[in-house]
């Protein structure tokens, strides 16, 4: 079992930054890729990106690619989402996602999800 806590979210303008964590509980965390999504108001959930177990392979949405970040602390169980240069389409709820899953693009290969985070990007 993991449970996860999204933070960091909030009101920003075009060209900022902001960063968003996940903090994780349960005694396994070490071991499941993380990955992080979004969901605009009347979209499907998208995939932003993921974090191998050890930080060493990471997973790029094309929409974020040079922009977002992504890296993992295993000894504080907390994931985070650097986000640059941020665009009003990066408007959305923000939400981090356990798997044990090869195929960390995939929304429905995670079994665990946070709550979500509110990000919104004004022009």
């Known amino acids: 079992q993991v449970q996860l806590v999204e933070s960091g979210g909030g009101s920003v303008q075009a060209g900022g930054s902001l960063r968003l964590s996940c903090a994780a509980s349960?005694?396994?965390?070490?071991?499941?890729?993380l990955g992080w999504f979004r969901q605009a108001p009347g979209k499907e959930r998208e995939f932003v990106g993921a974090?191998?177990?050890?930080?060493?392979?990471?997973y790029d949405a094309d929409s974020v690619k040079g922009r977002f970040t992504i890296s993992r602390d295993n000894a504080e169980n907390t994931v985070y989402l650097q986000m640059n240069s941020l665009k009003p389409e990066d408007t959305a709820v923000y939400y981090c996602?356990?798997?044990?899953?090869?195929?960390?693009?995939?929304?429905?290969?995670?079994?665990?999800w946070g709550q979500g985070t509110q990000v919104t990007v004004s022009s």
């Open positions: 349960g005694r396994t965390f070490s071991t499941y890729i």
């Open positions: 974090i191998s177990w050890s930080g060493v392979r990471t």
């Open positions: 996602a356990a798997t044990l899953s090869v195929n960390p693009r995939v929304a429905g290969a995670y079994g665990f």
